[in-house]
């Protein structure tokens, strides 16, 4: 599997904005969209990979509002692969939390609360102390960063060995997402 720029827009898009985003970029095999899920069917058939942006840990039931991940595979045929957003402090309780025939097959990324939408990413030495800690459960799992990334810092980023970004605030702005899409590229 590719380096993944995953593209979440939490709930910042109308669906005439989706449309909009869609028109201005051409999928790429790395490309990764998370809308918010009434527009989930605005990518259909476009060859966007596309993901989730919040699952519910409880099968299909009574739960108001959640939504499981048989829905979600109704939507994503190939299949679900969870990436799990993780803080420091909740790593070891998220490992408690999940069964560990699911460890394998999850992709983690670490994403601190206070960088997220910011201008500020975590320094080299926390996003590597996060990565670490979670190797000590999954060794070599595939490990993403997510907070404030940009074009201007995803070059220092890639130097840590990542699987991934999972871009938010730049990714709204189809070009900025992009010009981070052509700096993996590029590097």
Not at 47 to 70: E, H, I, K, M, R
Not at 146 to 156: F, H, P
């Amino acid at each position: 599997m590719s380096f993944l720029v995953v593209a979440t827009f939490k709930s910042n898009k109308t669906a005439e904005d989706v449309k909009s985003w869609i028109s201005a970029v051409t999928p790429t095999p790395n490309m990764v969209v998370a809308p918010s899920f009434p527009h989930l069917h605005l990518f259909e058939d476009l060859g966007f990979n596309l993901c989730g942006q919040d699952v519910s840990p409880f099968p299909p039931g009574s739960y108001t509002g959640a939504v499981n991940a048989v829905q979600l595979r109704e939507l994503v045929a190939s299949g679900i692969t969870p990436i799990l957003c993780m803080e420091e402090k909740d790593i070891v309780p998220q490992f408690a939390a999940l069964d560990e025939e699911y460890y394998m097959k999850c992709i983690y990324c670490f994403e601190p609360a206070g960088d997220i939408g910011g201008t500020v990413t975590a320094t080299s030495d926390e996003i590597e102390a996060v990565k670490n800690i979670i190797y000590k459960f999954v060794p070599g799992s595939r490990f993403m960063y997510g907070g404030s990334v940009t074009k201007d810092n995803c070059a220092a980023l890639l130097e840590l060995k990542l699987s991934g970004f999972l871009v938010a605030t730049a990714s709204l702005d189809p070009s900025s997402y992009l010009a981070i899409v052509e700096g993996v590229h590029g590097a």
